[in-house]
C-alpha cells in the first residue's frame, strides 16, 4: 500500500481525523515478516531481506548494519540483504571504529529541535548534575524521557510540545530526546527505519536518535534502550532534509529475517 496526496476543501480536509483512526494508521504501515520474530529484544544479530528496494543507495550502512547483498530483480529494483547488530555494551567496542568529527549541524537548533530554549536548556542542566561524562548524560537523558514521557499517539510535532505535553509517540521521545542532548553539547542526529512490534508480530515505522559520544551509538527513548537492539533497521538519517526519502518505504515493502 502506498500514499496518494490529492486537494481537498477545508471541510472535507478536516475530516482526516475521522479517517485515520491509530488503527488505520498501524495497518498502513505495519511490515509482517514471513514468520514472527521470537524474543525480539533479546536478539542482537539478524539477517533482513527487504524488497522493494528502489536503488543500491537507498538503504545506509554504518558500525550496525552491513549489506551484504543486493540483488536486481526483473522489475528493475533489488532484494537487499541486511545484517543488524544490536549496539555493543560498552564505548569504544565497535570494531574498525575510525575516529570522526561529526557535522557542526547535529548540535544545532531547528524548528522541531528547540534545544535553545530556557526550559529544554533548564532541564538539560538539571540532568547533567551527576553525569561523568557523555555518555553517561546521553544514558541518564535517554532514562528520563523514557519514564517521563507517556507513550500515546499523539501528534506532538515539536520538542517543546513533547516536554509541556509529557506525552506522545516515538517522533515526540526523539525530538525530546534530541533537544536535551544537544543542548548538553552532545551531537544527536534523528534516524528513521522499522522496529519490531511484539504486539502487532510485525515491523512498523519508528524514529530514534543516535549520539555521538566518541563514536555514533543508536539509543531509543521510546522503549528506554540504552543500547538500540537488532530489530532497528535504519532506513533514513536525518531524513527531516528529504521528508519523502521514507515514502520509498512505507506501505511497499516486504521482510524476511534469518539468523546469522
Same mark, same amino acid.
Not at 548540535?107 to 551527576?130: C, F, G, K, N, Y
Not at 537492539?229 to 529475517?257: C, Q, Y
Given at each position: 500500500?502506498?500514499?496518494?496526496?490529492?486537494?481537498?476543501?477545508?471541510?472535507?480536509?478536516?475530516?482526516?481525523?475521522?479517517? +485515520?483512526?491509530?488503527?488505520?494508521?498501524?495497518?498502513?504501515?505495519? %511490515?509482517?515478516?514471513?514468520?514472527?520474530?521470537?524474543?525480539?529484544?533479546?536478539?542482537?544479530?539478524?539477517?533482513?531481506?527487504?524488497?522493494?528496494? %528502489? /536503488?543500491?543507495? #537507498?538503504?545506509?550502512? &554504518?558500525?550496525?548494519?552491513?549489506?551484504?547483498? /543486493?540483488?536486481?530483480?526483473?522489475?528493475?529494483?533489488?532484494?537487499?540483504?541486511?545484517?543488524?547488530? #544490536?549496539?555493543?555494551?560498552?564505548?569504544?567496542?565497535?570494531?574498525?571504529?575510525?575516529?570522526?568529527?561529526?557535522?557542526?549541524?547535529?548540535?544545532?537548533?531547528? @524548528?522541531? $529541535?528547540?534545544?535553545?530554549?530556557?526550559?529544554?536548556?533548564?532541564?538539560?542542566?538539571?540532568?547533567? $548534575?551527576?553525569?561523568?561524562?557523555?555518555?553517561?548524560?546521553?544514558? &541518564?537523558? =535517554?532514562? !528520563? %524521557?523514557?519514564? =517521563?514521557?507517556?507513550?500515546? +499517539? %499523539? &501528534?506532538? $510535532?515539536?520538542?517543546?510540545?513533547?516536554?509541556?505535553?509529557?506525552?506522545?509517540?516515538?517522533?515526540?521521545?526523539?525530538?525530546?530526546?534530541?533537544?536535551?542532548?544537544?543542548?548538553?553539547?552532545?551531537?544527536?542526529?534523528?534516524?528513521?527505519?522499522?522496529?519490531? #512490534?511484539?504486539?502487532?508480530?510485525?515491523?512498523?515505522?519508528?524514529? !530514534?536518535?543516535? $549520539?555521538?559520544?566518541?563514536? !555514533?551509538?543508536?539509543?531509543?527513548?521510546?522503549?528506554?534502550? &540504552?543500547? @538500540?537492539? @537488532?530489530?532497528?533497521?535504519?532506513?533514513?538519517? =536525518?531524513?527531516?532534509?528529504?521528508?519523502?526519502?521514507?515514502?520509498?518505504?512505507?506501505?511497499?515493502?516486504?521482510?524476511? !529475517?534469518?539468523?546469522?
Amino acid at each position: 500500500m502506498g500514499f496518494e496526496s490529492f486537494k481537498e476543501e477545508g471541510q472535507e480536509a478536516q475530516k482526516i481525523d475521522e479517517a +485515520m483512526t491509530i488503527s488505520s494508521i498501524i495497518t498502513m504501515s505495519l %511490515v509482517k515478516p514471513d514468520k514472527p520474530l521470537p524474543r525480539p529484544y533479546k536478539n542482537y544479530d539478524l539477517i533482513y531481506h527487504i524488497y522493494p528496494v %528502489v /536503488s543500491l543507495d #537507498s538503504i545506509p550502512e &554504518d558500525h550496525r548494519q552491513t549489506i551484504l547483498k /543486493s540483488e536486481k530483480q526483473a522489475d528493475g529494483k533489488y532484494i537487499t540483504t541486511l545484517r543488524v547488530k #544490536s549496539e555493543p555494551k560498552q564505548i569504544g567496542q565497535i570494531l574498525g571504529h575510525k575516529k570522526e568529527e561529526p557535522d557542526p549541524k547535529y548540535i544545532e537548533e531547528t @524548528a522541531e $529541535v528547540q534545544s535553545h530554549h530556557p526550559m529544554i536548556r533548564a532541564l538539560a542542566r538539571e540532568l547533567s $548534575v551527576d553525569s561523568k561524562n557523555k555518555w553517561q548524560l546521553a544514558k &541518564d537523558i =535517554n532514562l !528520563w %524521557v523514557y519514564l =517521563n514521557m507517556k507513550k500515546e +499517539m %499523539v &501528534d506532538t $510535532v515539536t520538542a517543546l510540545d513533547a516536554l509541556l505535553e509529557r506525552r506522545g509517540e516515538c517522533q515526540s521521545h526523539t525530538f525530546l530526546f534530541t533537544a536535551l542532548a544537544r543542548a548538553s553539547g552532545i551531537p544527536t542526529r534523528i534516524v528513521n527505519g522499522l522496529v519490531y #512490534s511484539k504486539e502487532y508480530e510485525g515491523f512498523l515505522y519508528h524514529a !530514534w536518535p543516535e $549520539v555521538f559520544v566518541g563514536e !555514533w551509538r543508536a539509543m531509543d527513548p521510546t522503549f528506554g534502550q &540504552d543500547r @538500540a537492539d @537488532a530489530t532497528h533497521i535504519k532506513l533514513t538519517e =536525518n531524513s527531516g532534509e528529504n521528508p519523502f526519502r521514507m515514502m520509498e518505504f512505507v506501505g511497499k515493502v516486504s521482510i524476511g !529475517w534469518s539468523s546469522p
